[in-house]
């Protein structure tokens, strides 16, 4: 059984400050993972993922994941912060599927992102 | 331009009436999902499909009914079944369904149930 775990509900920062989102996950086998954002009544957008590759994943706007196994997690980063990436953020993991089996995509809670000026 | 559209963006039902949320993707995707969303629940799967003609539960399709009798289509009727049809429902694309492909999403649709 595979599940994620945002750790929090809410982060507040400051524009140009980091930003850190935080994502544990747990998984029978070797996981795929992903990033999506999603603005207000908006559909959902992907950032980055990882499929077993290099373990430090860039994706678009600056946002990059690191990949650490042994801590089971899968947080995101960006360096600087920017007005534009307010919204909600959701780390979703999907075990390998063999055969017709189809690879489920368990989503987290979601993280909301507010950036101050 | 590719990608997946939904309409309405909003829509209003009385209570007990049946209602069809449309999806359409220009993709070429073999594989559509259809997701509801509920503040701080994430997304919940409610049903797929792999292939024409084909389609599996996920896990909320109590109340959902689907059909897939073209590739690029995939709607959703919420029926008067449904307890809480109040939601926001997200219809999704992938390439092929038996690996963990991302999904590509769209807008969305508002249904507000009164």
């Known amino acids: 059984a595979q599940s994620v775990t945002q750790l929090d509900s809410h982060v507040s920062v400051s524009e140009g400050t980091p930003v850190l989102l935080r994502c544990n996950y747990s998984?029978?086998?070797?996981?795929?993972l992903f990033w999506y954002v999603q603005h207000p009544n908006k559909g959902l957008q992907l950032l980055l993922k990882y499929t077993s590759a290099a373990t430090l994943v860039k994706g678009i706007n600056g946002f990059e994941a690191e990949f650490k196994k042994s801590e089971t997690s899968f947080h995101l980063t960006k360096p600087s912060a920017h007005m534009s990436d307010a919204a909600e953020y959701f780390c979703?993991?999907?075990?390998?599927?063999?055969?017709?089996?189809?690879?489920?995509?368990?989503f987290g809670q979601g993280t909301i992102l507010t950036v101050h000026p | 331009d590719g990608g997946i559209t939904q309409s309405p963006k909003y829509l209003f039902r009385k209570e007990g009436q049946n209602v069809t949320l449309s999806c359409e993707q220009n993709l070429n995707h073999d594989a559509m999902y259809w997701y509801r969303q509920d503040p701080g629940q994430g997304l919940r799967l409610i049903y797929y499909?792999?292939?024409?003609?084909?389609?599996q539960k996920g896990d909320i399709a109590e109340g959902y009914s689907v059909s897939r009798e073209k590739k690029e289509s995939f709607p959703l009727t919420v029926t008067s079944a449904q307890k809480n049809p109040t939601a926001f429902y997200l219809c999704?694309?992938?390439?092929?369904?038996?690996?963990?492909?991302?999904?590509?999403f769209g807008p969305g649709t508002r249904l507000t149930v009164t």
């Open positions: 979703v993991v999907s075990e390998k599927a063999g055969g017709t089996s189809y690879g489920k995509l368990t």
């Open positions: 999704a694309s992938s390439i092929g369904g038996g690996a963990p492909y991302e999904q590509y």
């Open positions: 499909s792999q292939i024409v003609n084909d389609f």
């Open positions: 998984s029978s086998y070797s996981p795929s």
